[in-house]
């Protein structure tokens, strides 16, 4: 994918001018005030503030790529991800800019929201001012608590700058709010829900859709080729120390930000499919009745947009903890089986609750996270027992050869997963047998530079996402990325392990879903 395409000077220099410039941080309950069949006039502004907040986060990869440190940034995988950076922020930028007449305006801004761009403010000369603004303040009011970020890093950031307020407060390098592409805009703006609207508002939706769809499809390959780039780095640099901090916290960076992104476009393009629309609900309901399907289980209720009740976009209003627990296992479950040429995986145990634990969460991340320690769990738990029950079995029958025992009669220790209710978090402890970590290696499973695996995948040039196939393990990424997924909507991943008898995973899950995105 992007073949011929060539990241000139001219944009490079544009990209630079759009790194300079904030993100606007969002948190979960922010991205769930759409409902579950968003208007597609909400749906219209949050295309808007989509395509002049991605174009920021595209160029603030880009520039990072450019300038990763100790040689990184000439690694030819990391060459190739850089350029899909830049090709995407070309394209959302060159996207034609969406017509607002007085009469989309009078419906779009009714209650009163200002939008900054030139187009519409001589339409919107008497909205509110920016004082009170919270797309200008970053004031959040979520279930009535008041987020107000202090300074220009967002929430909770300890980066040693000032405060917002204070004359030395912002670099000079950057640009004034009011000069920022987001200036004035907010992620999600409240429209009416039973109107016809106008034709254009539908076709620029599916024009921004379109768009975030192809470039999701670019991206799907790039923690894998990110990890390709590392690996050619490591072959140029035999001699650094494994644990290399400058490299680690730009992996880090780089992957939470790509988190986010991956975010806002999932969460885009999902919304774009459950928009609501007079005819879809004209024939929900024909089709159920007037009471629509609110007979029907919460699980397989659907909206007049065709989405499910309890999601809005990617994000599941009432995500159930054990459920996809047990998904995440029996996925698990399926790779090791396949890998290891088994009947049946080592058992893993559930132990939940008997009351239902819900709660706001992205089923994905939640499956990503579990499905990586489990993975963990059971190579750890058949690798490091299997020599420990032959030898065993050879003692009990001395006529048994090594070699001749099938590993399918062998009984394994099972894994356990726990799941616990807090008032703050929800905590699942993986726990396994697999023979533990020494303490010195503990600090090592964090990085992205480390793998107990002999030898790495290797990714053909042409590689793609939708050709690769989960190895049981490979890279060396699973832990710390997963770790990120769990700190990006204000959680934790923490290990504790026992040399010689196996390890405890604690995954904690913020439950309160009012963090915001902790932007680099």
Known sequence: MGTGWELTSILKDKIFQYAAHNQTPLSLRQMVQFGPSPSPGSIFLASKFIVEELPIRLAKKVKDLELAPQGLNESPSTIKVKNWYAQSFQELTELP??????????LLFKNGIHSRHEEDSEILHHATNYEDNPAVNNV???????????????????????????????????????????????????????????????????????ALTKIKLRHDATVATMAQGVQEWKERNRSASIINSQIQTFLDRFYMSRIGIRMLIGQHIALNMSQSSPTKQRINTFLNGSQGSAGGSPVNSTTAGGGKLNYVGVICTDCNVAEIAEDAIQ????????????????????????????????PGHLIHMLFETLKNSLRATIEFHTPLLKKKMMEEDPKLKYDDIDINDLKFPPIKVIISEGSQDITIKISDEGGGIARREVPLIWTYLYTTVHETPKLEPEFNQTSFKAPMAGFGYGLPISRLYAQYFGGDLKLISMEGYGTDVYLHLNRLSSS?????
């Open 97 to 106: 800019k969406p017509a607002i007449d007085e009469n989309l305006a009078r």
């Open 140 to 210: 959040f009011s979520d279930d009535g608590m008041v987020l107000r970020q202090t300074h220009q890093y967002g929430y909770g950031h300890a980066h040693g700058h000032s405060h917002s307020h204070s004359q030395h407060g912002l670099s000079a390098n950057v640009p004034p709010k009011e000069n920022s592409p987001t200036f004035g805009m907010s992620y999600f703006n409240p429209c009416p829900m039973n109107i016809v609207w106008p034709r254009e508002v539908y076709a620029y939706n599916k024009l921004v859709c379109d």
């Open 516 to 520: 915001s995105e902790p932007l680099p």
């Open 331 to 362: 996925t698990a479950s399926y790779i090791c089986e396949e890998y290891y040429g088994l009947f049946e995986a080592p058992e893993i145990q559930l132990v939940a609750p008997h009351h239902a634990i819900n709660f706001m969460y992205v």
